[in-house]
């Protein structure tokens, strides 16, 4: 299993226009094989933020996904990423 996991920083004050332009890309994402979950969320306090996290069960079905990943429109607004592939050897109960 991996998990991608961390931020987007877009213009503020086109953070909700960004968010609201996604709703395809999450749902092609949770309905792609070996998607666990998949969210894009505004951040509470910083209105430029986008928190990104993801859940995959391997990384091939991570790269069959992003070859049909965001639009140009979507990439060219992106400001500043920081994103991190987290490889998960092993699951425990909290």
């Known amino acids: 299993m991996l998990i991608i ?3 987007l920083h877009v213009d503020p004050a086109g953070r909700d226009d960004y968010l ?16 666990l979950d998949f969210l894009l969320a505004a951040d509470p306090l910083d ?5 990104v996290y993801e859940r995959w069960e391997s990384p091939e079905q991570l790269a069959a996904f992003r070859d049909s990943g965001p639009s140009d429109a979507q990439t060219v607004a992106i400001l500043d990423a920081d994103v991190h592939r987290y490889l998960i050897s092993s699951v425990e109960a909290p």
């Open 5 to 7: 996991a961390g931020s």
């Open 20 to 35: 609201s332009g996604c709703g395809d890309v999450i749902a092609q994402a949770r309905a792609t094989a070996g998607c």
């Open 47 to 51: 209105p430029g933020r986008i928190h």
